[in-house]
């Protein structure tokens, strides 16, 4: 692996993204699933996930990806063939795969065979309950489990009774004293779109109240002084996926 001497700050941040759907790499836009297309980069003439995969790690020197499989968060099926081809190339795996409770996260190892992600996400818009994420805790560890506080628009993304009557900032919360250690703060109305993120306040605000919790922010980033900016908010990880592919952040392997 490259040397990260002359590496900018910012750009040690990046966790690069890889939206599966249909066996292919899409591009994500603002969470409208139904548009999303094959992702076209300036670096690999498909966008198969083990040519994504190999462009992060040859191209940008990246270690680790984290990696939504959408046929699983929408219908429950697994791309295991895609995760396995990602994984290949070297890549530590922070997978969402729609796991909502303890039986989903049972039935995602069980499919994946002897594989294993590196961190397990689980995302608001697929958990159950609070009790779920107390048992998801338990049995995967605060220290691989990272929780996804998914909002589009500023609003809470979740069908769970639990959570009708709360704001994001009650959210987080609550998670932290239940025990998360690392949190996403993802409005998926930002994704692909390129205009930065919509989550930099409530990443300062949680910052300052949560300081012991690792935050992760994204959705939106065009330029590298987007990165730069929801870093310096708190976020010690930032998702960037359309901006690497497009070319508007290059990389820097030395």
């Known amino acids: 692996m490259t040397s990260h001497s002359d590496r900018p700050a910012w750009y040690d941040a990046i966790l690069p993204v890889i939206d599966l759907r249909f066996g292919q790499v899409v591009r994500g836009i603002a969470g409208r699933r139904d548009e999303y297309q094959p992702v076209e980069s300036r670096y690999t003439d498909d966008s198969r996930p083990g040519s994504i995969a190999h462009v992060y790690v040859s191209m940008f020197g990246f270690q680790d990806c984290y990696v939504a499989d959408l046929n699983a968060i929408v219908e429950g099926q697994m791309d295991v063939a895609a995760l396995e081809a990602i994984a290949v190339q070297g890549l530590k795996v922070w997978l969402d795969a729609g796991i909502g409770s303890v039986r989903q996260w049972e039935a995602c190892q069980e499919a994946l065979r002897d594989w294993r992600p590196y961190r397990w996400i ?15 805790l338990t049995q995967i560890s605060p220290e691989r489990l990272v929780f996804s506080l998914d909002m589009k628009a500023g609003e809470l993304l979740s069908a769970g009774e639990d959570f009708a009557a709360m704001s994001p900032e009650q959210v987080a919360r609550r998670a932290a004293e239940m025990g998360v250690k690392s949190m996403i703060l993802l409005d998926l109305a930002a994704v692909g779109e390129g205009k930065g993120s919509q989550t930099k306040s409530l990443m300062q605000a949680l910052k300052k109240e949560l300081p012991e919790v690792e935050l992760l922010g994204g959705g939106g980033m065009s330029w590298p002084e987007d990165v730069e900016t929801l870093s310096q908010c708190g976020a010690s990880r930032v998702l960037v996926a359309s901006a690497l592919h497009d070319g508007r952040i290059a990389p820097h392997l030395g």
């Open 122 to 136: 689980v995302g608001l818009e697929s958990l159950e309950s609070w009790g779920a994420l107390e048992e998801l």
